[in-house]
């Protein structure tokens, strides 16, 4: 599999964003999203959330995760200071603050709160998209 050409067409090619690749048909990106600021943000479903400054980081896996050679984007992770006896991020306004950054620094890399994902104590699972990968596959994270 070709990651670039793939990478095009999924519309992934981006300034900046760390390559790993973790197997002959899988990479993990990394892709900056600056400082966060700490505090309390009002909460969704697993209550108020409190963080510290965080410099965040989106984490995506891609490659030919089914191994059905077709190229996919998986589920995403975003590092979080949390602090103290803090909610989970999912379904909170630092969600929100999160998925637009991400939009907004990244255009076309889409994301949500992932119901699927494990929420962790230390990260915020996301799903992610592209409309060209969405159009291309029967797959999203």
Do not use: H
């Amino acid at each position: 599999m070709d990651l670039l050409r793939e990478m095009v067409k999924a519309g992934l090619v981006f300034d900046g964003v760390e390559v790993e690749q973790l197997d002959t048909d899988m990479w993990q990106l990394k892709f900056d999203l600056g400082v966060v600021p700490g505090g309390n943000y009002k909460g969704g479903y697993w209550g108020d959330v409190s963080i510290a400054d965080t410099d965040a980081v989106l984490t995506v896996t891609v490659g030919d995760l089914y191994e059905e050679d077709e190229f996919n984007i998986g589920e995403g992770t975003v590092n979080l200071n949390y602090a103290g006896n803090s909610g989970l991020a999912y379904t909170s306004e630092l969600e929100t603050l999160i998925t637009d950054r991400i939009q907004d620094l990244y255009p076309g890399l889409m994301s949500c709160g992932s119901e699927q994902g494990m929420q962790g104590d230390d990260y915020l699972s996301l799903d992610m998209w592209t409309q060209q990968n969405l159009d291309a596959t029967a797959y999203a994270s």
